[in-house]
Nanobody
């Protein structure tokens, strides 16, 4: 089992920034690719970003490319999501996930955190 705990969400104005963190415990963090997904009210959970085990490879949804950056620190068992130039449409609950490969689909993730709320006001 891998336990994931997100933090760093909050309320921010349009154009602002937030950094989300996801702390992992349990099985060896550095064995897992990591991802961030989000879910807005009334919508399905959607892919945001993913990072490989080593951290050398990343992937992003088109809607966040150039604004969000995913990174990881395997010594601290933590993955981050730096979010800049935030927009109201970024408002959602953001979830951290872990899997055996880089993921772009919900079904590719084996473990999930409880989520952290991000609200962007206009």
């Amino acid at each position: 089992q891998v336990r994931l705990v997100e933090s760093g969400g909050g309320l921010v104005q349009t154009g602002g920034s937030l950094r989300l963190s996801c702390a992992a415990s349990g099985r060896t963090f550095s064995n897992y690719a990591m991802g961030w997904f989000r879910q807005a009210p009334g919508k399905e959970r959607e892919f945001v970003a993913t990072i490989s085990v080593s951290g050398r490879n990343t992937g992003y949804a088109n809607s966040v490319k150039g604004r969000f950056t995913i990174s990881r620190d395997n010594d601290k068992n933590t993955v981050y999501l730096q979010m800049n130039s935030l927009r109201p449409e970024d408002t959602a609950v953001y979830y951290c996930s872990a899997g055996n490969t880089m993921m772009v689909k919900v079904t590719q993730s084996d473990y999930w955190g409880q989520g952290t709320q991000v609200t962007v006001s206009s």
